[in-house]
């Protein structure tokens, strides 16, 4: 993993792990939509139990996507953004690596096509 603060590899592996599911990823679009919503009013929107949601709510909680916070007999969710930043942070880093990899790519290519008796392949240079 890309330079971050102790930690961020098991944040990133946690978020990905939990994001691989895509109920999972629609409870977390609907309580960014919603704010905060309970397990069953989430459970009214998909094609899956009260019990089903409350699990993968877990999963998310346990990921850092989602708290829950009880409110009288209802425990309401809702999301947390941090998980995702430090998930968004490595994603952004990694994609920061492959464009100057490939950019380093585009220069010899260019510079071969420009000159190419140059030598700058590197398995003729020996």
């Given at each position: 993993m890309t330079e971050e603060r102790p930690g ?87 994609a920061a690596d492959w464009d100057r990899r ?25």
């Amino acid at each position: 993993m890309t330079e971050e603060r102790p930690g961020a590899a098991e944040v990133v592996d946690s978020v990905l792990g939990a994001l691989a599911d895509p109920t999972r990823r629609r409870l977390l679009d609907l309580l960014a939509a919603q704010g905060e919503a309970t397990a069953t009013t989430l459970a009214e929107r998909l094609p899956v139990s009260r019990q089903a949601v409350v699990k993968h709510l877990a999963v998310l909680d346990a990921a850092g996507l989602v708290s829950g916070g009880r409110v009288g007999r209802e425990v309401r969710y809702a999301v947390r953004p941090a998980a995702l930043d430090t998930t968004a942070r490595w994603m952004a880093s990694l994609a920061a690596d492959w464009d100057r990899r490939l950019a380093h790519i585009k220069r010899v290519a260019e510079a071969a096509e420009r000159d190419p008796g140059s030598g700058s392949d590197p398995a003729r240079s020996e």
